[in-house]
């Protein structure tokens, strides 16, 4: 304790310029100014997260907002949120596979193959669909399990396994469901999911435990360094995290708090899905920043050798990414069959790809190693703010499709250009 | 002479029926530095991936502190206290220094990371290595020159009161000063009691530091000599097969 020195105090002349400060820092030293300074040397250094997304975003909205009267609805809001929710929740399974620098191709059509058995259990065989549901996650899990097997264990590339499975479970879906058939979705718990709101009250709840939550953490968090003895950042920063949480929170759920409603009946509140891709969120994000596995899962993405020589047991947590990633496909097919209403044969068939879009367009990088939840959840609003624009606009498919395509490749360009870019600030140091 | 903290003795290594380690004996002793000089493709790297046990033997019998014991798994070699700097380093550019010389060893408090504690034992030893050139602990290791990143991976080798600390060509990639600099630590280390074993083919650097010099030639130990009482000519007729050792072969 008593040979800690602050920089200031050491030499003769301080010297301001954080090169010459003599003892290792920790990098949360400074001001707000500092610590906005090492935030953009980061951003230079092509650490960019998801700050092109949410630019995008903001773009986007703008956009369609003056080309389309209803797109800053109340009504559209809600939609938009519920039309992200299947694409947000497959971007954020698909996130434990690419950050091992793998990729699920199946993931969409393990949706659709789940939403299937779980709707004819329940339809034509009268299974109570929580049986039902149990089983459809345990075949999410299964089916992560044999992807993981011949990845992990076996060493064939992800590529060719999912790919195996996205044609094999096309058929198997069609099996399920019998060509041409169609299946309505009747159990008012599952429509409830993407149709039904929360009170205004529980909404406004929601806010404040979230708010409740992340400051606890944030000070947890530091006091556990004060214990350990290493700076804290300035604690206005915390401040600052809460007041945009509190603002963009408060304005959604002000928002969704208002009748939308287009004729006699009252239609207000938080969507239901909203609270269910939060809670996954924050564990999802719990678990990949303050866990073992989580840990892992990056340094495998980083360097697999290094994670192998440093006793991780790399297998095993591959074989995991990809059963988590199916699992939470799974979820994912739950919310489309809410909104959609009905299983057919084609189920996930067509959403993966912008899963995978979703993802890399938020920052989760395709090389491994890169990206958080969080940035797939804002890469999904953006595809979905794409989606429900062009619609409004009256275009269709087509252009949405194309749009979708030119978003990727652009969000690829700027993960491969950024990954030079830190490679290529090795050598400049 | 001290007892050996480590003796192996008839290690054998066939990749295939390429045959590498053809019965080696190596021993180091606690408190000194043992160097294991040989050419290109002698095995060395090879001999040192078994004791770390990411490349486990084919044969021979490892003893440490007199017992014989298994290295199958990395965790074994870092349970025993086995560090192993590796000639390329691997170390994981994605994260930061203090997740990266806490990787497969983390503090945790509830099952979850306590990065105050780990970030502090982090910044002490680097400190405790006279460490000045790095800026933060929380600098992400893609963003370090090949010195900075020398220097992380032995300190992450110490971060866990190592007992045995291998490193493979650590001065390989460096300029005069940071040379010094980690033959200097590694001086240190055995200072500290610890037990080094130090590749390398720069021959100044080994006569700089070490106590023994054992020579690995195509898969045998040619020689086990004491520092002091060798010349540099010696050694490298024992690296290029111009010499033999008769009491050293087993
Ligand atoms: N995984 C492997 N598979 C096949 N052969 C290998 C493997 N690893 C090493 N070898 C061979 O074993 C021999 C010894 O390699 P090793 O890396 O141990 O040499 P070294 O003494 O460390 O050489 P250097 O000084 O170049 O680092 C070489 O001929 C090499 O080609
Ligand atoms: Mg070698």
Redesign the interface.
């Known amino acids: 304790m008593s040979t800690q020195k602050t920089p200031s105090t050491t030499g003769p002349a301080p010297d301001t310029s954080?090169?010459d400060?003599?003892?290792?820092?920790?990098?949360?030293e400074g001001t707000i100014g500092d610590q906005a300074r090492a935030y953009v040397q980061r951003l230079q250094?092509g650490?960019m997260g998801a700050l092109p997304a949410v630019a995008g975003l903001v773009v986007l909205t703008i956009l369609f907002s003056f080309l389309s009267p209803f797109f800053l609805t109340e009504r559209n809001f809600a939609n938009l949120l519920t039309q992200a929710a299947t694409l947000v929740m497959l971007g954020m399974a698909l996130v434990f596979v690419l950050l091992l620098g793998e990729i699920d191709l199946s993931a969409g059509v393990t949706s659709g193959m789940t939403m299937a058995l779980f709707i004819v259990l329940v339809n034509v065989h009268a299974v109570p669909w929580i049986l039902a549901l149990v089983i459809a996650f345990a075949a999410g899990i299964l089916t992560g399990t044999f992807i993981g097997f011949f990845v992990a264990r076996v060493g064939i590339p992800s590529f060719v396994v999912t790919l195996g499975l996205f044609l094999g479970y096309q058929g198997l879906t069609l099996l399920i469901i019998g060509s041409g058939g169609l299946y309505r979705v009747q159990i008012p718990e599952i429509r409830d999911i993407q149709n039904s709101n929360m009170p205004v009250w529980a909404g406004w709840a929601m806010l404040g435990v979230i708010l409740l939550i992340s400051a606890g953490m944030s000070f947890w968090?530091r006091a556990?360094?004060?214990?350990?003895?290493?700076p804290n950042r300035t604690i206005s920063l915390v401040w600052i995290k809460l007041g945009v949480i509190a603002v963009i929170g408060g304005a959604a759920v002000a928002v969704l708090s208002r009748n939308r409603g287009q004729s006699v009946g009252v239609v207000e509140g938080v969507p239901i899905v909203v609270p269910i891709v939060l809670v996954i969120l924050w564990i999802g994000t719990?678990v990949l920043?303050?866990?073992?596995f989580g840990?892992y899962l990056?340094?495998i993405?980083?360097?697999a050798?290094?994670?192998?020589?440093?006793?991780?047991k790399v297998m095993l947590i591959r074989w995991t990414a990809f059963i988590v990633c199916s699992t939470l496909a799974v979820v994912s097919g739950l919310f489309s069959i809410s909104k959609v209403g009905s299983v057919d044969a084609a189920a996930g068939r067509e959403i993966v790809l912008s899963g995978v879009a979703a993802a890399v367009v938020g920052g989760v990088s395709l090389f491994g190693?890169?990206g958080r939840l969080l940035h797939a959840a804002i890469g999904a609003l953006v595809i979905a703010v794409i989606t429900n624009g062009l619609g409004l606009l009256n275009l269709g498919a087509g252009v949405n499709l194309m749009v979708t395509g030119g978003v990727l490749i652009l969000a690829a360009t700027v993960d491969a250009v950024s990954r030079v870019r830190?490679?290529g600030?090795?050598m400049r140091? | 002479m001290d007892a050996p903290l480590i003796e192996l003795s008839g290690i054998m290594k066939s990749f295939g029926p390429v045959s590498v380690l053809k019965g080696v004996d190596l021993r180091a002793y606690p408190g000194k530095v043992t160097a294991l000089v040989g050419d290109n493709g002698a095995g060395k790297s090879t001999l040192i991936k078994g004791l770390?046990g990411?490349q486990p033997y084919d044969g021979g019998v490892v003893k440490f502190d007199g017992k014989p014991v298994a290295l199958h798994?990395?965790?074994e070699a870092?349970r025993l206290g086995i560090e192993?700097v590796?000639q390329d380093?691997?170390?994981?550019?994605?994260?930061d220094i203090v997740?990266n010389m806490f990787?497969?060893?983390?503090e945790?408090?509830f099952?979850?990371?306590?990065?105050?504690?780990m970030?502090?034992d982090a910044?002490d030893t680097?400190?405790s290595l006279s460490?000045?050139t790095?800026?933060?602990?929380?600098?992400?290791v893609?963003?370090?020159?090949g010195g900075q990143r020398q220097t992380v991976a032995i300190a992450r080798a110490v971060l866990k009161n190592a007992r045995l600390v291998i490193l493979d060509e650590p001065t390989a990639a460096l300029g005069v000063a940071q040379t010094e600099q980690v033959l200097h630590l590694v001086s240190r280390l055995a200072e500290q009691g610890v037990a080094v074993i130090l590749i390398s083919h720069n021959l100044a650097d080994v006569f700089e530091v070490a106590d023994h010099i054992d020579v690995l030639y195509l898969g045998q130990m040619v020689a086990h000599l004491d520092a002091s009482e060798t010349t540099r000519d010696d050694v490298v007729g024992y690296i290029t097969g111009a010499k033999v050792q008769q009491e050293a072969t087993a």
């Open positions: 954080v090169h400060v003599e003892l290792i820092g920790s990098g949360q250094h650490d968090d556990r360094r004060t214990r350990a003895g290493v719990f920043d303050r866990t073992r840990r990056y340094a993405g980083g360097n050798e290094a994670a192998r020589r440093s006793g991780v190693g890169r830190s490679g600030s090795l140091t | 770390a990411v798994s990395p965790r870092a192993v590796y380093l691997a170390l994981c550019d994605n994260l997740q990787l497969g060893r983390e945790t408090e099952g979850t990371f306590d990065e105050g504690r970030e502090k910044s680097l400190r460490v000045r790095v800026k933060s602990v929380r600098q992400k893609s963003s370090l020159s």
